[in-house]
């Protein structure tokens, strides 16, 4: 089946520091997604991708779906200590398929 | 505009017992998918439901079933419940867009499931 490789597995940043992390597949998608999720809650959509090259941002964030459409990037700038939680990427044609995640931690 | 709601918010059932978790979709939304989620690991899809019909399903034994109700709500039933089932129970809505293929979904909070 489909799967997605996210890395780092997990960061530890000071902040005010940007932030990068993506998402790596064999196979080619049509959508990109990134979520964050914070303990005990689901996940929440922060941006949704849909053509090759596309680059979206929302506020602070900034994510791009790749030229070759197997890989995307997602990046947090100027980090604040509520960024914290686990980021995923995902791609979904109907059922969502996530990466492992990306563990961030800030440091005041 | 209510989100996605579940309940219960948390459950602690005993090894083979039966369990039914709940899930109303965000305003709008006509399609509902349920996903679990292990401690540390990425959620996993189980299945699909539009128009109150299972469209899509993943990797789970036919323990894991479902339904859609008219209102569009749904329900994740698991029989027969094994220590493996403890997990975080998501449920996600969405709308199709027409023709089908990609959408973004929304999660409702999760229902925190332990067996013991």
């Known amino acids: 089946g489909q799967q997605l490789n996210q890395s780092p597995q997990s960061m530890f940043i000071q902040e005010g520091e940007d932030v990068s992390m993506n998402c790596t597949s064999s196979?080619?998608?049509?959508?990109w997604l990134w979520y964050k999720q914070d303990p005990g809650e689901g996940p929440v959509l922060l941006i949704a991708?849909?053509?090759?090259?596309e680059l979206t941002s929302n506020g602070r964030l900034t994510a791009q779906f790749g030229i070759t459409r197997k890989d995307s990037f997602l990046n947090i700038s100027a980090s604040i200590p509520s960024d914290v939680g686990i980021y995923f990427c995902?791609?979904?044609?109907?059922?969502?398929?996530f990466g492992q995640g990306t563990i961030l931690t800030v440091h005041p | 505009d209510a989100g996605v709601t579940q309940s219960p918010t948390h459950l602690i059932k005993t090894r083979g017992q039966q369990v039914t978790l709940r899930c109303s979709p965000k305003?709008?939304?006509?399609?509902v998918s349920w996903y679990q989620q292990a401690l540390g690991q990425g959620p996993q899809f189980i299945f699909q439901?539009?128009?109150?019909?299972?469209?899509q399903r993943g990797n789970f034994p036919d323990r894991f079933s479902g339904h859609q109700f008219p209102n569009y709500s749904s329900e994740l039933n698991v029989n027969a419940l094994l220590l493996g089932d403890s997990a975080l129970y998501l449920c996600?809505?969405?709308?199709?867009?027409?023709?089908?293929?990609?959408?973004?979904?929304?999660f409702g909070p999760g229902t925190r499931l332990t067996v013991t």
């Open positions: 996600a809505s969405s709308s199709r867009t027409s023709g089908g293929g990609t959408y973004e979904q929304y």
């Open positions: 196979s080619i998608f049509n959508t």
């Open positions: 991708l849909y053509k090759a090259g």
């Open positions: 995902g791609t979904s044609y109907g059922k969502l398929t």
């Open positions: 305003s709008g939304h006509d399609t």
């Open positions: 439901y539009y128009e109150e019909e299972e469209r």
